[in-house]
């Protein structure tokens, strides 16, 4: 069975732009949860998404949002970046009867 | 409110000797609690899990860990680590909602 795919790996924007990062999950996990991981402040829950709504969100502001597709596939878009938005963006995904999330390579982006 | 202390950022340790990797936790609830491992450039593999049951939990790679209810613990060892072995290894803990928690993580280096 395939893991969950995020794409693109690697990202490289100015401040200012927005982006859009994709995560497809694992074949029947229906529940999209995006985690942000910095040097500094760690790995840090950005939102969960299931059956295509927010059903949790962590303490970033609004410029962080996400979506949820009908095939689970989920993407989160960041506006107006800051130098700040530089991480690994991580994408999990879970089988709503199950705890564990199981994670994808992640999303490199730095904001020049 | 939950949180994860991981007392060790780094543990610099021979090949084939045995490792601890120390993890605490608090939460008013009940949790789930796991550890992952992450490589250079990856994203986050579950090692092993906490959900009820038996204490003692059993992992991939030969990882084992123990959860102590009383002192809030949930210790990760490998009675022989490997070259193999050197990553980032993460502690989190998770509650109903679908929302980990993580530590700050504990850089493990085998030495040869």
């Known amino acids: 069975k395939a893991g969950v795919t995020q794409t693109p790996r690697y990202l490289i924007k100015t401040r200012g732009q927005q982006v859009t990062l994709s995560c497809s999950p694992i074949?029947?996990?229906?529940?999209v949860s995006w985690y942000q991981q910095t040097p500094g402040q760690g790995l840090q829950f950005l939102f969960e998404?299931?059956?295509?709504?927010?059903?949790n969100k962590g303490n970033f502001p609004g410029r962080f949002s996400g979506r949820q597709f009908s095939n689970s596939r989920s993407e989160m878009n960041v506006s107006t970046l800051e130098l700040g938005d530089s991480a690994l963006y991580l994408c999990?995904?879970?089988?709503?009867?199950?705890?564990?999330?199981?994670f994808g390579p992640g999303t490199r982006l730095t904001v020049l | 409110a939950q949180s994860v202390t991981q007392l060790d950022s780094q543990v610099p340790v021979f090949e084939e000797a045995p490792v601890e990797l120390r993890c605490n936790y608090s939460?008013?609830?009940?949790?789930?609690l796991f550890w992952y491992v992450q490589y250079p450039n990856q994203g986050l593999q579950l090692l092993l899990k906490?959900?009820?049951?038996?204490?003692l939990v059993k992992g991939i790679n030969g990882f084992e860990a123990e959860f102590n209810k009383s002192q809030t613990s949930f210790h990760l060892r490998k009675p022989s680590v490997h070259i193999s072995d050197t990553a980032e290894y993460f502690c989190?803990?998770?509650?109903?909602?679908?929302?980990?928690?993580f530590g700050s993580g504990t850089q493990l280096t085998v030495l040869p």
């Open positions: 998404y299931f059956s295509e709504t927010q059903r």
């Open positions: 939460s008013s609830v009940s949790v789930y």
């Open positions: 989190a803990v998770g509650g109903s909602a679908r929302q980990l928690t």
């Open positions: 906490y959900l009820s049951g038996s204490t």
């Open positions: 074949s029947g996990h229906r529940s």
């Open positions: 999990a995904s879970s089988l709503i009867s199950q705890h564990e999330q199981f």
